[in-house]
């Protein structure tokens, strides 16, 4: 007994040895390649303050000289060079990856807790770190310090999709301005964002950061809000350059896809961005294109986008995203993010044995640098941690109501103030402000559309809230809201409600108008499914079904608001409420802004930038799209191994993704197809009429003009966006039935008020990408300019002639 008592103990004492070796080997290995790698590179902020001359400036290395790449005076390129000749080659190489996932956690002296990344510091020329934070609808970063009292919330923007929502480049720039300022005050150099990824398919968990279905619409939206942020001296990072369409396996998938869709659809929203706003940096994906991890492919990385579009900031990966350092760099991709010590091994080792050249080295040196000597940083700017708050929140509030769309409106909105209003469903109480992720940001607060209505004097039907709280005491646990990571990763999602026909009954005779709120989130790292997702569960059909039943029962009207991030199924209930707004998710302000819709104090002028379909199977992109959803799981992206399966193991749409439909993303597929759509991209309503006239369409200097006029027909004052489709009737090849050229959004116009609107396309826009030419071809001939309130609503329409 006494020998096995002792083999026992001797037995637990090695397994605890054993495991105390492997967590601290463990440890240490996490430590000393992602955390902290740097030893020698800790900035420095001992910088003393000079006058030589009478021009005062920071001595950053400490020589009591004027450099060149110290004097402001000098030009960037100047003091680029000054700063490249100066450095040894080790620091070149240090500078080409970040300092390790640890400067998330905000450790050492300038950090900001909460950025994701960081371009390195180079001591000894005194040259600070530059931190990089996500991301799209504003800035995240950590909301409390240890030991401090204050907090450092952030404001919560509406998501992309609400933004390209607005048609509104004015209003994108002025909430990229406000975003842009935040990280000014809060320390951050570069904001990881705007998202410019296609909606390929409904389902892709992270289309919420995302703009469009259509390139041109991502285009102009994206270089909107790139001017704006960058217009604070703090640099952008358009993301994720390219065909980033899915989630699920994201980090090894293999997108299989045509040049033509490339040019014509997945790069062209970026390629408009290069154009417009030249943004500071852009982000490489992690997927492959055709076989090989993007950020290392030269043709991407290099050919398109420095070559054919001159394209003039710095490029650096995903978080850990790319395989071989040294094929990265020295394909264009100039900067590794989080950065590794595995990777400056690489890098050094790469040099050494000549894989990589000094002037490789260089090209992608000079690019980080020029970020550098751009930044607040280097001009010294010493920011305050006090943005303004107070007035970001109501620019949030005017883009979110500005974004919403009215889809439905049977003589229902807008409604009186002052009347009883039963909210149903969950998220009327509990209004989702954006999706999860890095796309998330910390905010203080999020408006929901119960308080959004007391605030504007509504009253709150007391019976619909008891029900409400009856079932949330009932689900206490599924109530807690996620912190911290699992808040990044998980969706929060509490089980939704049923209401008795005595609730109802209750609840329709107490109260003026029922609101019931379809609520949906999700994220980075998963896609979305089709059950009781896309498609409404039978819960919230029932409900559906028995709220307006009961309502119109008794004369009263029922109003359905759409909280999500993503397309959902609309086409089997959205006969049954009398109106639908699709607030999406709306920031911080979300329920202040439905309510300005509501209560007519803003006439809704926002429209659909991507189809609402029948079904998702008429989705051409369905066929080849992970159905089965993904969750989000961050060892995969830190530590899954990147080698190559054999090709009898790969798994469609998960090792690989086959983009079969080509360039028929979108309502180019639904019109090719003639396909009848829930809602058009495009679609919106408002509480007015507008009328276009006077369409005149001329040729000058290569450029087509396009001249209207939009006449408010209606008795409420409000904006209207006029879209302008070309299609070329009598087309040699195959070709959408029409493609979105150009837009623009009137200003608020009075009952009765006309504008003329003017608006330009270059004519070489008018060309598709030839796979047998390899280049952009422009048909010769007629072509017809379209002008709509919709994709499938034209008004008016001119014949012009290409020669
Ligand atoms: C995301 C990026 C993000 C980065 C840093 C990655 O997982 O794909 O969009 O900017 O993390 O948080």
């Known amino acids: 007994m006494k020998k096995a008592l002792k083999i026992l103990l001797k037995v637990v004492g090695i397994i605890i040895f054993l ?209 704006g942020i960058e217009s604070q001296g703090i640099g952008t990072s358009v993301k994720h350059f390219v065909a980033n369409n899915q989630e699920t396996d994201r980090n090894f998938n293999d ?127 010493q920011y305050s941690n006090n943005p303004d708050l107070d007035t970001h929140a109501k620019i949030a ?43 998330d940001v910390n905010e203080a607060y999020t408006v929901s559309l119960e308080e959004g209505l007391k605030n504007a004097g509504f009253e709150i039907n007391e019976k619909a809230k008891q029900v409400f709280e009856t079932h949330k005491s009932k689900y206490k646990k599924e ?34 108008l029922g609101i019931i709120t379809i609520g949906r989130n999700s994220g980075e790292g998963g896609d979305r499914v089709e059950d009781d997702d896309f498609s409404l569960s039978e819960k919230e059909q029932n409900m559906i079904t028995k709220v307006c039943k009961a309502f119109h029962a008794a004369g009263k009207k029922v109003v359905v608001v759409m909280n999500i991030g993503g397309v959902i199924e609309t086409a089997s209930w959205k006969g049954q409420p009398d109106a639908i707004i699709l607030a999406w998710q709306g920031g911080q302000e979300g329920g202040n802004s439905v309510v300005d819709i509501l209560s007519g104090k803003v006439n809704p002028s926002g429209k659909l930038p991507m189809t609402f379909p029948i079904n998702l199977n008429d989705h051409s992109s369905n066929a080849n799209f992970p159905l089965e959803g993904a969750t989000y799981n961050i060892m995969t992206l830190m530590f899954a191994s990147r080698e190559e399966k054999p090709e009898n193991e790969k798994v469609k749409n998960k090792d690989y ?5 080509g360039i028929y993303v979108g309502y180019r597929h639904f019109d090719k197809a003639e396909l009848e759509v829930s809602y058009p991209f495009g679609h919106g309503l408002s509480y007015t009429t507008f009328d276009l006239s006077n369409l005149n369409v001329t040729m000058k200097n290569d450029t087509i003009n396009v001249m209207a006029t939009i006449t408010n027909s209606g008795s409420f004052a409000g904006k209207e966006v006029v879209q302008i489709y070309t299609s070329k009737p009598d087309t040699k090849i195959d070709r959408p039935l029409k493609e979105l050229r150009t837009f623009a959004k009137t200003k608020s116009l009075n009952a009765g008020e006309a504008t003329i609107l003017t608006l330009q396309i270059p004519v070489s826009e ?23 309130a919709s994709s499938r609503d034209i008004r008016l329409s001119m014949e012009v002639e290409v020669n």
């Open 255 to 381: 997108v299989i896809v045509t040049d033509r869709a490339m040019r014509e659809i997945y790069l062209k929203g970026f390629e408009i961005i290069v154009e417009k706003s030249q943004p500071w940096t852009i982000m490489s994906s992690y997927n492959k294109v055709n076989g090989t991890y993007v950020p290392e492919r030269k043709d991407l990385m290099t050919d398109i986008l420095r070559d054919d579009w001159q394209y003039q900031g710095l490029v650096m990966t995903d978080w850990f995203g790319g395989d071989n350092a040294s094929a990265m760099i020295a394909a264009g991709n100039d900067l590794l993010e989080p950065g590794t010590r595995r990777q400056w091994k690489a890098l050094k080792k790469a040099v050494e044995n000549g894989t990589l050249s000094e002037e490789e080295i260089n090209t992608s040196t000079r690019r980080i640098l020029k970020l550098i000597v751009q930044s607040n940083k280097m001009h010294n700017y």
């Open 766 to 788: 008018l060309s598709y990408w030839s796979e047998e030419a390899s280049q952009w071809i422009l048909e010769k001939g007629l072509y017809s300019i379209q002008v709509g």
């Open 657 to 661: 993704t086959d983009y079969e439909e």
């Open 479 to 512: 109530f807690v809201k996620p912190e911290g990571l699992s808040a990044m990763t998980t969706p929060y999602f509490p089980p939704r409600m049923a209401y008795t026909i005595d609730e109802l009954k209750a609840i329709v005779t107490s109260s003026e």
């Open 397 to 439: 509030r005017q883009s979110a109501t500005e974004g919403m769309i009215l889809l439905k409106n049977k003589q229902t909105l807008p409604i009186q103030k002052g009347k009883n209003i039963a909210l149903m469903g969950v998220t009327s109480f509990d209004f989702i402000a954006g999706g999860t992720g890095s796309g």
């Open 19 to 227: 495991a105390v070796i492997s967590g601290l080997g463990g440890w240490w290995y996490i430590n000393s390649t992602f955390l902290s790698f740097e030893k020698d590179y800790a900035e420095n902020i001992d910088i003393k303050e000079l006058t030589i001359d009478g021009y005062t400036f920071l001595d950053r290395n400490g020589n009591g000289k004027t450099d060149i790449y110290e004097d402001d005076r000098k030009t960037t390129d100047e003091r680029v060079e000054n700063l490249l000749y100066q450095m040894t080659l080790e620091e070149k190489i240090h500078l080409l990856k970040g300092s390790g996932i640890g400067s998330a956690m905000g450790k050492g002296g300038t950090a900001v807790p909460g950025a994701v990344g960081t371009i390195v510091p180079t001591p000894r020329l005194g040259i600070p770190t530059i931190y990089l934070s996500d991301g799209p609808a504003g800035l995240r970063i950590e909301p409390k310090r240890e030991g401090e009292d204050r907090t450092y919330y952030c404001t919560s923007f509406p998501i992309g999709t609400l933004l390209s929502s607005t048609w509104n480049t004015n209003l994108v720039n002025e909430i990229g301005t406000a975003m842009g300022s935040e990280a000014k005050e809060y320390g951050i150099d570069v904001i990881l964002g705007p998202g410019a990824n296609i909606q390929r398919h409904p389902l892709c968990g992270r289309n919420f950061e995302y703009y469009s279905e259509d390139p041109v619409l991502t285009g102009f939206i994206g270089a909107a809000m790139v001017n």
